[in-house]
């Protein structure tokens, strides 16, 4: 199947630049968020969306090869497993509405390929339906040199885990790490707190961010999860 790309920008009042979930999106205008990454911050031999570059500027290093996180992640599951996150954007203007659907449709001792569609819900407007995106994961990438793996383990730079939770996934009771912290951005600092586990598939269970100069908020939850396997 060949990748697809969604349209961009949305038509306003609500123009949203969506891309896939572990991606910064914005909201222009009326809204602006980013979502937490949750991949690592990926050296120059990985591309952006995680997939190994074709470039070969140097040697690798099999020593300093690490897993990728998001293909620790994946790998846990069978092909076919599902997840699906529903996130609200609001302000004193109005909402907007997001679902993104995720699906695990290849798994390889060399990569785990994830394919996303995400639907917009904005006040008075039709559903916007995105075409399928697919993101191919590489089960190692090389470790920069003077850099620990523990670094891209974090979902931002900023990031300090503040505790665990308890939550119920899906009819699933499962463990999740709390990270907190704060964003700067050109609408000024945003509050971020997220909830991350790798028992449920693409690792966010939940996350809460606010834009204090325009009390612009999102929630971020999971509504369904295809579990497909007992590994969990």
């Known amino acids: 199947m060949m990748r697809q790309t969604s349209r961009q920008p949305f038509s306003s009042p609500f123009t949203l630049r969506i891309r896939a979930p572990w991606i910064c999106w914005i909201v222009v205008g009326t809204f602006f968020g980013c ?18 570059s074709t470039s070969k500027e140097t040697p690798r290093n099999p020593a300093a090869m ?13 092909v076919g497993t599902k997840t699906v996150r529903y996130r609200k954007v609001t302000n004193a203007t109005g ?6 659907t995720l699906v695990l449709a290849e798994k390889s001792d060399a990569h785990v390929l994830v ?4 639907n917009v ?37 900023k990031a300090k885990k503040t505790g665990e939770e308890e939550l ?17 951005n050109e609408t000024g600092p945003m509050q971020v ?6 028992e449920v598939p693409g690792r966010i269970v939940r996350q809460e961010m606010l834009i204090e100069q325009s009390q ?10 295809d579990w497909k396997t007992t590994e969990k």
């Open 66 to 78: 690490v897993t990728h996180p998001e293909y620790s992640n994946w790998s846990r599951f069978p």
């Open 193 to 198: 707190k997220l909830w991350r586990s790798n």
């Open 95 to 100: 909402q907007v509405e997001v679902t993104s």
């Open 35 to 52: 979502t937490p990454s949750n991949k690592p911050i990926l050296p120059k031999n990985v591309g952006e969306h995680g997939a190994e």
């Open 216 to 225: 612009t908020k999102t929630i971020e939850e999971i509504r369904e999860v």
């Open 121 to 157: 819900q904005r006040p008075g407007e039709p559903l916007e339906e995105n075409p399928i995106e697919e993101v191919r994961f590489p089960s190692q990438f090389e470790l920069p040199q003077g850099m620990t793996e523990e670094y891209f383990q974090q979902p931002s730079l």
């Open 115 to 118: 394919q996303t569609q995400v």
């Open 168 to 184: 119920e996934v899906a009819g699933v009771k499962i463990k999740a790490d709390v990270f907190e912290w704060t964003e700067s």
